[in-house]
């Protein structure tokens, strides 16, 4: 039974390596924005350049001073830091794939209109 061989993973993701503490900072953010905004989903109903902003907003503040905390959540400005990129990454995934969809269904119109005997 311990035939490791077996096992198919090579060349994938080995999520055990990324450090944990960031989906904790992560969480106490979404904590605290769940309790503001209620809707948990309502991060997806952002702009990506909101984010975009709020993230550099957050990153300024955190290079002018590392211990400091965001006034109205009282979390630290590189937890807000670590969660806008969060969402940046969560919708430009999205938006690639929706970018995908698009181009695939251009490719399928284009084949059919060439195949098309007319």
């Not at 035939?3 to 990324?18: C, F, P, R």
């Not at 400005?77 to 670590?82: G, I, R």
Request: hydrophobic share 35%.
């Amino acid at each position: 039974m311990d035939n490791q061989s077996a096992k198919h993973d090579a060349g994938k993701l080995d999520l055990t390596k990324v450090p944990r503490q960031i989906i904790w900072d992560i969480a106490e953010v979404r904590r605290y924005g769940i309790k503001k905004y209620t809707d948990p989903e309502n991060w997806r109903k952002v702009s990506l350049d909101r984010y975009r902003a709020a993230l550099f907003r957050h990153l300024l503040a955190y290079l002018d001073n590392p211990k400091g905390k965001d006034e109205e959540s009282g979390i630290e400005h590189y937890k807000h830091v670590a969660c806008n990129i969060a969402f940046i990454c969560e919708l430009e995934k999205e938006d690639n794939e929706e970018e995908e969809i698009e181009i695939n269904i251009y490719k399928k119109i284009e084949d059919l209109l060439r195949d098309a005997e007319w």
